[in-house]
């Protein structure tokens, strides 16, 4: 299904894009001054407020408006990813926070720099913390991405109402494309739990011993 | 102009209105143990920050040998020098106990793995870890993971080590332990300045007592005068009253 390969695309690219956005955002966040914080955090007010589809209109049919105009497909990368980073970020930034000060103390006592310190003693940690959450808004997102369907993209969902214009049966329908998703969720939280799995640290959590 | 290793003079140090050191001055000689005692919230911990350069003082001058550490650019180089033993550890939770003795050698003295890695045996079995290399700092017993700490501080071969009450957070029958392993590096002439509440530790291992009060350094001698002697009145109420809580702690 040409579809489900568009929700794919469309979710791994506003993922993508929230990522190299967000990571940026939560160094900003935690470790920039004070002007840097406040633009972040109103950043991150506003995208966490507005729906997503208000987003995705604004975008589409409102920057035509100012000369702006930007495909569909586009804009619905925008919509998602954008909002994303927001979201993101604050993942990153808990991560980050969540891996305590004395980390760093310790990691400077030996002679480390901070972007030292930072790479190899927070970072391995906050990647960690972040993993649980991150997975879950990989599956938010992939669910959100049916909005889309609301400027025209053809995913899924899309694809799955041409189907029924078409003499389908709805119920059929849309209980495959209920179905495609669930796969594909189940997937994300397949693959999240291989990456807990493998950098799980022996002695946390509650396998924890060895 | 001396011989001294580390030599603090007349510092000065507040946060705010909060006037927490108010010129200390003392000195310490290579292969000495010196223990700090003194009431909680007196300046203690500062004293040791300040030492280790992630505070600046606002008055006075901290010398490690001739470098004027209070002004000096090379902060990160100078800190190799100077080994930190953590009251709450402050082991690398995602690191074994050996990858916590290696990485300060690997990262910052850039050192190769295996050189690295022998070091970092070498100094787990100095303190008495070699079995428990690959070991996470979440298997490890409090005491354990202290010795770990004790260990990756002398990988990077200081040439003085600051204890911040390396043995308060752990329960009683756990210092004895880490406790032990001072005492053999203190007797193997490793440069020391303690902090700590265990004043039979102090008493038997400190080369000299400095006792603090209010930012200020009352009384600062040998152990023995200090213990039964002393010239201020509040050195023996505090040490007699330590002496009796702590006790136990002590073996
Ligand atoms: N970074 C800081 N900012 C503000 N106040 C501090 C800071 N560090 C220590 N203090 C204050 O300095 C005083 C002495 O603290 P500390 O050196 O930790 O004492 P001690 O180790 O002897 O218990 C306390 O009143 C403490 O609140
Ligand atoms: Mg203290």
Redesign the interface.
């Known amino acids: 299904m040409e579809g489900t390969l568009v929700t794919i695309k469309l979710a791994s690219i506003s993922l993508l894009l929230g990522f190299c956005l967000g990571l940026p955002m939560a160094f900003g966040q935690v470790y920039g001054n004070k002007v840097i914080r406040g633009i972040i955090s109103v950043y991150e007010r506003i995208a966490r407020s507005i729906p997503l589809l208000v987003i995705l209109f604004l975008i589409f049919y409102g920057l035509p408006a100012v000369g702006i105009r930007i495909p569909a497909f586009t804009s619905s990368i925008l919509a998602l990813g954008l909002r994303g980073a927001a979201y993101q970020s604050q993942i990153y930034r808990g991560a980050i926070q969540s891996v305590s000060g004395s980390q760093m103390r310790a990691a400077l006592s030996l002679g480390m720099n901070r972007l030292t310190a930072f790479i190899y003693v927070i970072l391995p940690q906050a990647v960690r913390a972040a993993i649980p959450p991150i997975g879950n808004e990989a599956a938010i997102v992939l669910k959100d991405t049916s909005t889309v369907y609301a400027i025209g993209v053809s995913e899924l969902l899309r694809q799955g109402h041409y189907f029924i214009s078409t003499g389908s049966d709805p119920m059929t329908i849309y209980l495959a494309v209920a179905f495609i998703y669930l796969v594909m969720t189940i997937f994300i939280k397949g693959l999240l739990a291989l990456f807990e799995r493998k950098y799980r640290i022996p002695g946390i959590g509650i396998e924890g011993e060895s | 102009m001396s011989k001294h290793l580390l030599r603090v003079e007349n510092i000065y140090k507040s946060f705010g209105d909060n006037d927490v050191l108010r010129g200390i001055s003392f000195h310490l000689d290579k292969g000495e143990t010196k223990v700090i005692v003194g009431p909680s919230g007196t300046g203690k911990s500062t004293i040791l920050s300040l030492i280790?350069m992630?505070v600046p003082p606002d008055k006075g001058h901290i010398y490690l040998e001739d470098i004027d550490i209070t002004r000096t650019r090379d902060v990160?180089?100078i800190?190799?020098n100077?080994?930190?033993v953590?009251q709450?550890f402050?082991?690398?939770?995602?690191l074994t106990a050996k990858g916590n003795v290696m990485?300060?050698l690997t990262?910052?003295k850039k050192m190769g793995k295996k050189e690295a890695e022998e070091i970092a045996m070498e100094e787990l079995r100095r303190v008495g870890l070699e079995n428990f290399a690959d070991?996470?700092?979440?298997?490890?017993s409090g005491g354990q993971k202290q010795r770990v700490g004790i260990a990756?501080?002398l990988a990077?071969r200081p040439k003085l080590i600051l204890f911040d009450e390396p043995t308060s957070a752990l329960d009683p029958e756990l210092t004895g332990e880490v406790l032990n392993v001072m005492r053999k590096l203190a007797t193997e002439g490793m440069t020391m300045l303690i902090v700590t509440h265990e004043m039979g530790f102090a008493r038997t291992v400190a080369d000299e007592l400095i006792f603090m009060e209010d930012g200020v350094i009352l009384e600062q001698g040998l152990p023995e005068k200090l213990f039964t002697n002393p010239e201020h009145p509040r050195t023996r109420e505090f040490l007699f009253k330590l002496t009796d809580l702590y006790n136990e702690g002590e073996r």
């Open positions: 280790n992630l990160h180089k800190r190799q100077i080994g930190f953590f709450d402050g082991l690398f939770n995602h990485i300060g990262k910052v070991q996470y700092p979440a298997q490890l990756r501080a990077m």
